[in-house]
Nanobody, 119 residues
Framework: QLQASGGGLVQTGGSLRLSCAAS????????MAWHRQAPGKQRELVATTFSSGEANYADSVKGRFTISRDNARKSVFLEMTSLKPEDTAVYYC???????????????WGQGTLVTVSS
């Protein structure tokens, strides 16, 4: 129900923009986030955007990554700049979404998109 895209290969210092959209039968979205999992490491939270408009970031990406959302399109984005080799990971979007009203919130995960930063 979530489709992520935008990953790829980029050199150190480069930029990428990840996108994630919920399916058309989604009525609403609430908290939206990006996580990542590097080879041999645990999945970690990268950035979160709340329905209030507030956003939180992992210390490792503050000042380099920006999370944004489009509620009308049920989408979340991650603008990544000044990329480093240690940003290499599979990036997953994670969204609280409902297909009904009153809402019954489900926590959904996208399929993951690979970001590779070459040194």
């Amino acid at each position: 129900q979530l489709q992520a895209s935008g990953g790829g290969l980029v050199q150190t210092g480069g930029s990428l923009r990840l996108s994630c959209a919920a399916s058309r039968n989604t009525w609403g979205v609430n908290t939206m986030a990006w996580h990542r999992q590097a080879p041999g490491k645990q999945r970690e939270l990268v950035a979160t955007t709340f329905s209030s408009g507030e956003a939180n970031y992992a210390d490792s990406v503050k000042g380099r990554f920006t999370i944004s959302r489009d509620n009308a399109r049920k989408s979340v984005f991650l603008e990544m700049t000044s990329l480093k080799p240690e940003d290499t990971a599979v990036y997953y979007c994670n969204v609280d979404a409902t297909t009904t009203w009153p809402p019954v919130w489900q926590n959904l995960w996208g399929q993951g998109t690979l970001v590779t930063v070459s040194s």
